[in-house]
């Protein structure tokens, strides 16, 4: 359990933690993979989310899930990217959070991903939350904590001799 002052300052204007899906890069379930490539490439992001016509998040897709499949075995084939669908490459099983205020889920789920997608009960996609955004929020902590709080040590500090 994360102790209240640093979940505090961690989540405070939470509302601004969460990238909107407004403003979030994606391509669309039934885009052909060659628009899903070219959107990748031009926003610099290596993994977008997929939505259906809903706006529903049906899954993620990477650079490497495309390229994955323009690979011959003499040459490179991007032709094969104009017969592909989205949805024939991309991942279908990550997580997603509904709570974009449980820090202790958002951070195990960015240990290994970059962003955390997040939708609504019904599954709408409403924006996502970035590993840089917390890292931004974890410095500011770390760098402005005794500012706000008293910290006093519960145990005497053990010192360690080089013997």
Do not use: W
Not at 78 to 100: C, G, K, Y
Not at 125 to 138: C, H, P, Q, V, Y
């Amino acid at each position: 359990m994360i102790d209240e002052p640093i979940k505090k300052m961690i989540m405070a204007d939470h509302d601004n933690l969460i990238i909107p899906a407004n403003i979030v890069a994606n391509v669309m379930v039934n885009n052909d993979c060659y628009h899903a490539f070219l959107v990748l490439t031009k926003v610099g992001y290596s993994k977008v989310p997929v939505l259906d016509k809903d706006q529903h998040l049906c899954g993620l897709v990477s650079l490497a899930m495309i390229t994955e499949h323009m690979l011959d075995t003499n040459h490179v084939a991007s032709e094969n990217l104009r017969r592909l669908r989205v949805a024939d490459v991309m991942q279908t099983d990550f997580r997603s959070i509904e709570d974009p205020t449980d820090l202790e889920e958002i951070l195990h789920l960015l240990i290994d991903d970059n962003f955390v997608p997040v939708v609504s009960d019904e599954k709408t996609f409403t924006g996502i939350i970035t590993r840089r955004e917390l890292l931004k929020r974890i410095n500011y902590l770390a760098h402005n904590f005794s500012e706000q709080y008293d910290v006093q040590p519960l145990l005497d500090s053990v010192e360690t001799s080089g013997n």
